[in-house]
Structures are given as C-alpha cells and as structure tokens.
C-alpha cells in the first residue's frame, strides 16, 4: 500500500460511543494515529444538540488534537434517519439531520458526507422506496455541491437495509440520480455479505469510490476487528493498491461487544493491518 497507515487510515468515533469525545481524540493520538472518520453519533455529534452546537468550537477542539475529518458518517442505524421512508414527514426531518451534518463539514476541512440508501420497509414497494431514496440523494447532492460537499452513498448489508444488497443495486441508484456529483463510500462487510469482493466494485466503479471501510466479518455480517472473521484483508488491500485508491481507510470495528474497550480493540485491529500493509 502507498503511503502509511498513519496518512491513510483512519477510526471511528463510533466504537467510543460510551467514552468523551475528549477521551477519543486523546485515543486518536496514543493509536499513532491522526484522521478519523466522524460518526454523527451520541453523544458526540448530534442534530439533537444543535441549539446550543457551535460548530466552530467543535471543530477547534478536533483541530488542536491534531486530527483531521476527511469524512463525516452520520449515524443512520440507530437514529431516525430514513431517506427512503414512505412517511413524508420522517423523510422532511431525515433531510433536515443530514443537511445539519452538510452545513459542519465545511468547518472541520472535510469535503464529504456519507448517506446511506435508507431503509425500505417490507410491506412496501421496493419502487417506491427507491424512488423516495434518489428524490432526497439528488436534493442532497445540490445542496451539498453549495457548500463544496460531496455526497456518498453508502452500500449497506441486507441486514440493515434492502436498498443495496450487490453492486447492481448501487449502480443503480447512481444510475436513477443521475447526478455525476454523487460518489460512493464502499463498506467491506456490506461487499462480502453480496457475495463480492472489493475489486469487484473498484473493477465497476472505478475513481468515483472516495472512500473505503475496512472491517472483518462473518456469516452474520458483524463489523469485526481484522483477523477475527473470515474476510480477505490482504485481497481488499490489493484491490486498493491495484487500483490507486488514495482516498480515507477507515477502520469500522463497531461490534457492540468492543465499546467498553475500544482501545484495545483498535490496537488488535492496527497491528494486524500493520503486518498485511507492505
């Protein structure tokens, strides 16, 4: 791989959930490390405290820990976040959430936001709820390019949603949006769990993947410190080598089982990255 793990790669915030944002930029650093990717999770980066969020003090606080945010992912699992929903008002207050997430970017030097696909309900219209997904991805993208953001979709696992089981759905939506602007934030566990490999979406997609999740996973599609699940790390790195991706690496260990201990979840994870890296 170009370059250093510690100019390519990146954690999340997410694994600390249960920690100070505090405590996590101190983490950053005793890692070795100096990129996050920056969940917009509680209770560290929330819609919900925006009243009283003074971006620029965040953003600050970030900076003078020496760290940068090439990317901000907001939490769309657990928070009422759902593009795709055939409830107009969830999808009006979905919208809101993630401009919110767009308007901070600009603060924290970062150029990109990720959005996931939404969630397709089961008793509806697939058509539908793709239909509801590209309407808002495109209004995202427009207002994003304002403010010199870029929008990536996310592919995410059956698991949690419907909407992108396999790089045809992905293609898909970029197909239905029509928007060039639009570019992708590719997860390994989602890739694996569609029965593909990560040169399979690089071979497809090419330069418009901005931005890469590393994590190890099994039949169950968990998000696993490397080493501990059944992927091939040393084939995803390669892939990336192969097809001269310089883009953010992020390291997604987001098991509810490693939140007590992130450190040393992070620390397993990096050492074994380090022995596949050269």
Same mark, same amino acid.
């Given at each position: 791989?170009?370059?250093?793990?510690?100019?390519?790669?990146?954690?999340?915030?997410?694994?600390?959930?249960?920690?100070?944002?505090?405590?996590?930029?101190?983490?950053?650093?005793?890692?070795?490390?100096?990129?996050?990717?920056?969940?917009?999770?509680?209770?560290?980066?929330?819609?919900?405290?925006?009243?009283?969020?003074?971006?620029?003090?965040?953003?600050?606080?970030?900076?003078?820990?020496?760290?940068?945010?090439?990317?901000?992912?907001?939490?769309?699992?657990?928070?009422?976040?759902?593009?795709?929903?055939?409830? +107009?008002?969830?999808?009006? %207050?979905?919208?809101?959430?993630?401009?919110?997430?767009?308007?901070?970017?600009?603060?924290?030097?970062?150029?990109?936001?990720?959005?996931?696909?939404?969630?397709?309900?089961?008793?509806?219209?697939?058509?539908?709820?793709?239909?509801?997904?590209?309407?808002?991805?495109?209004?995202?993208?427009?207002?994003?390019?304002? %403010?010199?953001?870029?929008?990536?979709?996310?592919?995410?696992?059956?698991?949690?949603?419907?909407?992108?089981?396999? +790089?045809?759905?992905?293609?898909?939506?970029?197909?239905?949006?029509?928007?060039?602007?639009?570019?992708?934030?590719?997860?390994?566990?989602?890739?694996?769990?569609?029965? *593909?490999? =990560? *040169? $399979?979406?690089?071979?497809?997609?090419?330069?418009?993947?901005?931005?890469?999740?590393?994590?190890?996973?099994?039949?169950?599609?968990?998000?696993?410190?490397?080493?501990?699940?059944?992927? $091939?790390?040393?084939?995803? =790195?390669?892939?990336?080598? %192969?097809?001269?991706?310089?883009?953010?690496?992020?390291?997604?260990?987001?098991?509810?089982?490693?939140?007590?201990?992130?450190?040393?979840?992070?620390?397993?994870?990096?050492?074994?990255?380090?022995?596949?890296? %050269?």
């Amino acid at each position: 791989m170009k370059g250093t793990i510690q100019e390519r790669v990146g954690i999340s915030n997410m694994t600390y959930r249960r920690y100070s944002l505090s405590y996590f930029l101190r983490a950053v650093r005793r890692l070795g490390l100096t990129r996050v990717e920056l969940s917009g999770c509680h209770p560290h980066f929330t819609i919900y405290e925006q009243e009283r969020f003074d971006p620029a003090a965040f953003a600050r606080q970030i900076r003078e820990a020496g760290i940068t945010v090439p990317v901000i992912e907001p939490e769309q699992n657990f928070l009422p976040i759902n593009i795709a929903s055939a409830d +107009s008002f969830l999808r009006e %207050k979905s919208m809101e959430q993630l401009k919110f997430y767009i308007d901070c970017a600009p603060y924290l030097g970062c150029g990109m936001v990720v959005v996931y696909p939404g969630k397709n309900a089961m008793d509806k219209p697939h058509e539908e709820m793709l239909s509801y997904a590209c309407e808002c991805l495109r209004e995202l993208c427009g207002y994003a390019g304002e %403010k010199g953001v870029t929008i990536l979709l996310q592919n995410v696992s059956s698991c949690i949603s419907g909407m992108t089981p396999n +790089s045809n759905a992905v293609a898909e939506i970029l197909e239905r949006v029509g928007d060039e602007r639009l570019a992708l934030s590719v997860n390994t566990c989602a890739v694996v769990a569609g029965g *593909e490999t =990560l *040169e $399979d979406y690089f071979r497809r997609f090419g330069s418009r993947i901005r931005a890469v999740q590393l994590s190890d996973s099994d039949d169950e599609d968990e998000q696993f410190i490397l080493g501990d699940g059944t992927q $091939d790390i040393a084939a995803h =790195l390669a892939a990336m080598e %192969k097809y001269d991706f310089t883009g953010p690496i992020t390291l997604e260990v987001t098991m509810e089982e490693y939140a007590d201990a992130p450190d040393e979840s992070y620390e397993k994870t990096l050492q074994v990255l380090q022995q596949l890296w %050269k």
